[in-house]
């Protein structure tokens, strides 16, 4: 090989925004996607964050992306007896201020359409090509598929989805090469709690455009939303009798499809509508277990898995398309970034980006992840204090308090850095804009400072009890001011330790 190729496994949101980089970058590149025809209609909705937008709006979709989209600008939440518990009539107007984006929704068959239509050479995309075996040589990678084409790129990505054929693949190949890659403990940490019945209906009476619903019921949580051409999409989770793993997580059948919908039938999702309602409209529906994993290894040589193949949440969020286009949007900057120091990377130069890209995403996917896995526990009012805490504390908080959970998803985020930056600004900085840039820190140097921190303290009681055994009163309340004025400062060293010119302490800055 002498170009530099990239061969994308999946006709995905991820794999076609990796695609739609790859192309404004100049890097070459082909997608391959098992299904005939590239953007199908399974049912599904995406609702677009302002950190996709961003993305979006560099590669010039996000103009199209709006045109088949619907805003979410107010929120309301209704309880187990479909009464209004809680609403957010600002919440599109503050969360465009601080971020410069809404939160656009839409069919996930449109945004692909999008992303497809935006390729100049569609030659580059071909469907009915799913993916058979993978082959590593020294320096390219040749895929195989189940027709009998050979794809020969100098790297693989695999944005094939839950059920990546990739990330089979890449297993197989890194456990005969190495016994302790730890293929078999990932799997076994996929886990499903969940399932959810989605799908588009037409949008009854009693909805409004531009409002986003949620509703909760016990162990049940819904969540809806308006769409363009009187389109309602809707989500409805349940939760299962047992958490399943891996090779035991259930495929639903039309059998198990209608006895979620008997469960649910009378539950009143605003006054006037019940879940019924909604499913008797239907356009169409799926049921499916929702898995939540984040891969402690999402490569193994030339090859590397983004996007759900990487990583799956609850749906419940709304971050999974998001963060496949993050995914994307770091993986083509780190392979521009590599290319520009020359057309050949070597093995030790891709391995160096690969795990550039697992060390930036695997902790934020993992916080993603059990933001996710909380929130549905709190929708589903899980137990007498989730219940309380949501029906009577959270749904009465105003948009101040809940939009802050929002921009704290959104400013970590990454955009493009070798493409002009997003057209549009909000009041809140990215991450990557501000010089003093965040970090977290490891729980191990966390539990370090805190064990020290308490010796100090335990320290000067034992001194004191060892050393002055005889004391006035006023001794003692001096004592215990001292004592109190310690622990404080202990505590505030602890906490500002975590800013990293704060590592070695207030006095060591």
Known sequence: MTAFRVIIVGGSVAGLTLANILQRYGIDYIVLEKYPTIAPQLGASIG???????????????????????????????????????????????????????????????????????????SKVVAS?????????????????????????????????????????????AESENPTYGAQSMANKM??????????????EGTTEHVGYKKYVRNRSYIYQSGRGGKLYFFAF????QVTKHQSIP????????????????DVLLPGVTFADVYEKRRIAVLTPLQEYVLQRCFH????????AFHKFNPLTGQGGNSAIEDAALL?????????????????????????????????????MDGARFLQKFDALENPFLEFLNLHVMSKLGVDKFITNFVEICSPSHALRYLPPPSRRGVVALDQDVIARPKDRSPTATKLW?????????????????FQPLTTGLEVTSNLSTLSITITINTMWTIESYRSVMLGGPLFR
Not at 61 to 75: F, G, N, P, W
Not at 238 to 241: A, E, L, M, Q
Not at 450 to 466: D, E, K, P, Q
């Open 238 to 241: 349940f939760k299962n009798p």
């Open 450 to 466: 805190s064990g020290f921190m308490i010796a100090m303290a335990a320290l000067f009681v034992i001194g004191y009890r060892c």
């Open 301 to 308: 040589k030339r090859a590397i898995l983004i996007g759900d």
């Open 191 to 204: 886990t499903c709690t969940y399932r959810c019945l989605f799908g588009i209906a037409d949008q009854p």
């Open 332 to 368: 083509a900057d780190l392979v521009k970034k590599m290319l520009m120091k020359g057309s050949k990377p070597t093995n030790d130069q891709l391995n160096s980006a690969f795990s550039h890209f697992e060390r930036e995403r695997r902790p934020r996917a993992e916080k993603l």
């Open 48 to 122: 677009i964050l302002p950190y996709g937008c961003q993305v979006l709006d560099q590669i010039g979709v996000l103009d199209r992306v709006r045109e088949m989209s619907m805003s979410v600008d107010r929120l309301q939440s209704f309880g187990p007896d479909g009464e209004k518990v809680g609403g957010q009539d600002t919440f599109g107007v503050v969360l465009e201020e601080l971020t410069g984006y809404q939160f656009e929704f839409l069919d996930r068959q449109q945004i692909i359409q999008a992303l497809y239509d935006n390729l100049e050479d569609k």
């Open 251 to 266: 495929k639903y059948t039309a059998q198990d499809e209608k006895d979620a919908v008997t469960e649910a039938a009378n």
């Open 129 to 173: 090509q799913e993916l058979l075996k993978i082959e590593h040589l020294q320096d390219s990678v040749t895929v195989t598929t189940k027709n009998g084409h050979e794809y020969t790129g100098s790297i693989l990505v695999g944005a094939d989805g839950v059920h990546s054929r990739t990330r089979d693949e890449i297993w197989r190949i």
